[in-house]
């Protein structure tokens, strides 16, 4: 089951980036996450898949696929500089994730060593969500409405006077 899902994710990852139609780009992301919160139910952290699926797929998705219903699309023509920049942005994502798998490698073989630890209760982490953590979760949100607002904005129709003429 992991492996199936994990060839999810990964093939959903791999549409969110060569897709050429953003919108089906975005579908796909939510098959990513998706597989992610399958992921994290086999792993039995249930709350986790939950959160995933309430906070990501309902909510982030959303706010995406809103963004790119009202901003305009621009279709990059083959001769356009971001087709010529692919090859370096895969070289340069590719060298990226072996960094990361290369530092992350190690902490992960540390924590397979590690005791478990008694887990936490539901209680104590809804406790910190609404106690120690209401901070940096109101700062998400505040994020999430400007990138919003600014989404708006961008798409909105310029004045005829705020047009510079021709």
Request: net charge positive; hydrophobic share 60%; with cysteine.
């Amino acid at each position: 089951v992991c492996g199936v899902l994990g060839a999810l994710v990964v093939v959903g990852a791999v549409w969110v980036v060569t897709l050429r139609n953003l919108f089906r780009a975005a579908l796909s992301l939510g098959v990513v996450l998706l597989g992610v919160a399958g992921l994290f139910i086999v792993l039995e952290a249930e709350f986790l898949a939950f959160v995933q699926i309430l906070v990501y797929v309902g909510a982030i998705l959303t706010l995406i696929v809103f963004a790119i219903m009202l901003t305009a699309t621009l279709n990059a023509s083959p001769a356009s500089p971001a087709h010529r920049q692919r090859i370096p942005a895969a070289i340069v994502s590719g060298g990226l994730f072996v960094l990361l798998t290369h530092v992350t490698t190690p902490l992960m073989e540390r924590a397979a060593a590690a005791p478990i630890k008694d887990p936490v209760s539901l209680t104590a982490l809804g406790q910190q969500l609404v106690t120690t953590l209401v901070l940096p979760f109101e700062v998400i949100s505040l994020v999430c409405v400007a990138a919003m607002v600014g989404a708006i904005a961008i798409a909105a129709p310029k004045p005829a006077a705020a047009r510079p003429s021709q």
